[in-house]
T-cell receptor, first 111, second 115 residues
Framework: DAKTTQPPSMDCAEGRAANLPCNHS???????VYWYRQIHSQGPQYIIH???NNETNEMASLIITEDRKSSTLILPHATLRDTAVYYC????????????FGQGTELSVKP | GAVVSQHPSWVICKSGTSVKIECRSL??????MFWYRQFPKQSLMLMAT?????????EQGVEKDKFLINHASLTLSTLTVTSAHPEDSSFYIC???????????FGDGTRLSIL
């Protein structure tokens, strides 16, 4: 079973920041938090990952709480092309790094 | 960087035939590749993990004789669906990873339809 909990759907206005939450209360010390997104009929696209520090790249920012039990993915200026299903996944390194996908959050960016 | 190519992107074939899907890492060496299956309106389900030069590790409930995986080089893995039937129709997606601290990168998937 997936080790994360995400809201099934969210809406965001175009140009505004999209904040996608994720709970991972059973995360262990050496597990990373990964975020991927899947646009309809395509393979998932890697967004960002982190261990305990906040991370930022050209796509998004990842904020991980100090106790690491939850995180938030931030898309700073959402566009219509950001409409997708967003998956928050905890990496299982002791089993070869495989990722177990949950149901994700369906983000709809509206004009 | 980190491009994964999957071929073919879609295939339609008759029941009983075998279908091979290729997954290539174009600009990095993939020590590990993964195969997933996704049914409509559902999330991705991991089928198997393959490491270059060794036998694949299948997830519980996935028939290894039905879904043959070969990872003969650091840039290529193949999934063969043997004696395919309509219930095998699905979206098959591969991913590849370099070393263990790197994220997986996914191909664009293969839509398989068995008539």
């Amino acid at each position: 079973d997936a080790k994360t909990t995400q809201p099934p759907s969210m809406d965001c206005a175009e140009g505004r920041a999209a904040n996608l939450p994720c709970n991972h209360s059973t995360i262990s010390g050496n597990e990373y938090v990964y975020w991927y997104r899947q646009i309809h009929s395509q393979g998932p696209q890697y967004i960002i990952h982190g261990l305990k520090n906040n991370e930022t790249n050209e796509m998004a920012s990842l904020i991980i709480t100090e106790d690491r039990k939850s995180s938030t993915l931030i898309l700073p200026h959402a566009t219509l092309r950001d409409t997708a299903v967003y998956y928050c996944i905890v990496g299982i390194y002791n089993q070869g790094g495989k990722l177990i996908f949950g149901q994700g959050t369906e983000l709809s960016v509206k004009p | 960087g980190a491009v994964v190519s999957q071929h073919p992107s879609w295939v339609i074939c008759k029941s009983g035939t075998s279908v091979k899907i290729e997954c290539r890492s174009l600009d990095f060496q993939a020590t590990t590749m993964f195969w997933y299956r996704q049914f409509p309106k559902q999330s991705l389900m991991l089928m198997a993990t393959s490491n270059e030069g060794s036998k694949a590790t299948y997830e519980q409930g996935v028939e290894k004789d039905k879904f043959l995986i070969n990872h003969a080089s650091l840039t290529l893995s193949t999934l063969t669906v043997t004696s395919a039937h309509p219930e095998d129709s699905s979206f098959y997606i591969c991913s590849a990873r370099g070393d263990s601290n790197q994220p997986q990168h996914f191909g664009d998937g293969t839509r398989l339809s068995i008539l």
